[in-house]
């Protein structure tokens, strides 16, 4: 059985929109697209081809998949670690307003979410892997179908953009599996579900 990974890039204050570029994604007048452009450093390519290399097909929203759809294909390098997995390997596209994925290996998912994401996990292989994909993202952990999350935290804070936790969903608690730090000050940190969150109290007995 494949497990669901989520790998993400969020700013100090949990920000995950636009991270590649000004042009990313600029709805709700966002205009800091870009912002992990600066920090990419060897040592961040090195774990994003770690990461690319367990991967046996790709879960995205809509406008990730459309955002890679024009960029990828055109980076034709069979060597590249990236290119060559997204542009062979198969993708699933979640969204209720496209209806053909023209890419290679796309196809267009619709109706459950956790319905669609439970058959894909049957399938055999390693991981399927979610991307970028903003609303997705937050839908994913809201309900609690994430099995692995690597969050690339970046030291910049933005004030405004879409985060990468949801607000609602189910309160559950993570067991961090990996850490590491580049010599830019991204903070790769891994994390795996553990279970319902806890909850006590520093209160003094009385």
């Known amino acids: 059985m494949a497990t669901l990974t989520l790998t993400s890039f969020v700013t100090l204050d949990g920000v995950m929109q636009a991270p590649g570029g000004p042009d990313e994604d600029r709805s709700d007048g966002f205009e800091y ?3 992990s452009v600066p920090f990419a450093d060897e ?3 090195t774990f994003m081809n770690e990461v690319f290399d367990r991967a046996d097909g790709f879960l995205l929203g809509r406008r990730t998949y459309e955002i890679f759809a024009s960029y990828w294909p055109r980076v034709t390098d069979e060597n590249d670690p990236i290119a060559g997995r997204l542009n062979t390997l ?3 596209v979640v969204s209720t307003t496209l209806e053909k994925a023209d890419w290679h290996n796309s196809t267009v998912l619709g109706g459950d979410l956790a319905g669609e994401v439970a058959r894909l996990k049957q399938r055999p292989g390693r991981e ?3 991307h970028g ?3 997705l993202a937050q839908s994913l952990i809201a309900q609690g179908l994430v099995d692995e999350l690597n969050v690339l935290v970046h030291p910049v804070f933005l004030g405004q953009g879409r985060r990468l ?3 609602g969903g189910r309160p559950t608690a993570f067991e961090l599996t990996a850490h590491r ?3 830019t000050g991204i903070s790769i940190l891994t994390y795996r579900p553990t279970g319902p969150a806890e909850f006590g109290t520093f209160a003094l007995d009385q």
């Open 33 to 35: 697209g870009g912002w």
């Open 43 to 45: 040592e961040f390519g």
């Open 90 to 92: 198969p993708k699933y």
């Open 128 to 130: 399927i892997q979610v």
């Open 133 to 135: 994909s903003a609303r």
């Open 165 to 167: 936790f949801p607000d």
């Open 181 to 183: 730090t580049t010599s």
